[in-house]
């Protein structure tokens, strides 16, 4: 049967007025947090989505755990990098001005190490063997590379080129001075970034926390052990999938895993696993032609908006916010079943919107290019925007080529597997080859 839309189940007898929170009567197609939207863009589906999604609150993390995080305030240098004159090379610590010309010899007073101090000066006539890293001996105000230097005994030694002051010398503050803005708020660091708050002893920073995803699936139909399938059943992947993608965006995953078509259930579990996480992400139940579990339980536990896209696959998407029992408010990102829109929704959609509340500002989409068609990519004018899977290669041109993976049904996993963009393709009858098309790069 229908009901204000939506396909119920035969078994539910309850009325519109029980299984919505709102009433419909007289309503327009397009009702918030009730019913499905007019078809939107694409555009305003994202303007909606991560513009209702705001910035976590900033925590403390120890430097060693920042890779690939947002600082939350300017980091400030309290020390010096390097903290001492160093030499940049193995070689010899010498005065310039004793060194105008190749071939002059000196005496050499000894070897200083990394980590050492040499206990002498540099006098005239004089030099002394110095490591990498070592610090600059008093009286010295250049290092003769060892490659550049012959050695004639113990304590004599042979400059084959001439110096000048500063060679190989790594001066004090070179690479960064006290009061420097090493990292501007919002700046997200990386491997080396990790290696530079070590050197300036920044241990805690101030940075926006990896998000707690918790998520689910729906689906009498899917099965999620090894065992042998019965009529009618298919193997879960859209979880499998989903937890992967939701690590790749630097989150952490809750699995909630199947859930039974138990709305108190459901419901219990919704609200307890909304204490504990940042975000939720379901899987199935968002079409208009679907009125299950998940869809009567987020209608009213949360304020939802089901969407439809102009686009295809992954036309349909949900989104909302649940109110926890202490206060916080936290996202609900409801994508559709379908694997292949699955991922396209949530690499559309729910990444850019939890990148966003990690503190990212910029880049919170995947980067886009122009890129060459090589085959013609076929389509059926429809009013969409078709996001073709996509395998691209930069050519001798120096620009991208790409060409449709395979079979692009939004149940065709296998042929999205092989594919590293998204093109979008624009409503009409496709494009040809050596046409031009907008990717989207994946990974």
Aim: net charge negative; charged share 20%.
């Amino acid at each position: 049967m229908t009901l204000c839309g939506l396909r119920l189940k035969a078994v539910d007898k309850r009325s519109c007025r029980d299984l919505c929170p709102r009433p419909y009567y007289g309503a327009p197609d397009h009702i918030y947090g009730d019913t499905f939207s007019d078809v939107i863009s694409l555009v305003e589906a994202q303007e909606i989505v991560i513009g209702g999604c705001h910035k976590s609150e900033p925590v403390f993390a120890d430097c060693h755990q920042m890779t690939g995080r947002v600082v939350a305030q300017d980091v400030v240098a309290t020390e010096f990098i390097p903290p001492f004159a160093n030499t940049a090379v193995d070689g010899y610590a010498v005065r310039a001005q004793d060194v105008k010309t190749a071939g002059v010899e000196l005496e050499v007073l000894g070897v200083i190490g990394a980590g050492h101090i040499a206990n002498y000066e540099i006098g005239e006539g004089q030099t002394a063997r110095i490591m990498t890293g070592a610090p600059v001996p008093r009286g010295a105000d250049a290092i003769v590379m060892i490659e550049d230097a012959t050695v004639i005994s113990e304590t004599r030694v042979r400059c084959n080129k001439p110096a000048q002051i500063g060679d190989a010398i790594r001066e004090i503050g070179e690479d960064v001075k006290t009061g420097d803005v090493v990292f501007a708020a919002g700046s997200v660091i990386n491997p080396a970034g990790v290696g530079v708050l070590a050197a300036i002893n920044a241990r805690q920073v101030l940075t926006y926390p990896r998000l707690r995803v918790a998520m689910l699936s729906t689906g009498d139909e899917l099965v999620i052990n090894g065992g042998a399938l019965k009529p009618g059943q298919i193997r879960e992947s859209n979880l499998t999938m989903l937890a992967t993608m939701i690590n790749a965006t630097d989150c952490e995953v809750i699995n909630l895993g199947i859930i039974d078509d138990d709305e108190a259930k459901l419901e219990k579990t919704l609200r307890e696993v909304a204490t504990r996480c940042d975000a939720i992400v379901t899987s199935g139940g968002v079409g208009q032609g679907d009125f299950d579990v998940v869809k009567i339980v987020l209608s009213r536990i949360a304020d939802m908006q089901w969407m439809q896209m102009a686009i295809k696959p992954a036309k349909p998407f949900a989104f909302g916010r649940l109110k926890t029992s202490d206060s916080r408010v936290i996202p609900v990102f409801g994508l559709p079943g379908n694997p292949v829109s699955s991922m396209i929704s949530f690499e559309m959609l729910a990444r850019p919107a939890l990148r966003k509340m990690m503190g990212h500002t910029q880049n919170l989409t995947r980067p886009k290019v122009r890129a060459i068609v090589d085959a013609p990519m076929k389509r059926k004018q429809d009013g969409k925007i078709h996001l073709m899977r996509v395998f691209g290669a930069f050519g001798n041109d120096g620009r991208l080529h790409v060409r449709d993976t395979g079979p692009q049904g939004s149940h065709q996993l296998a042929a999205t597997a092989l594919a590293n963009g998204l093109a979008l393709v624009p409503d009409g009858e496709g494009l040809s080859a050596g046409s031009e098309v907008e990717v989207m790069l994946l990974g």
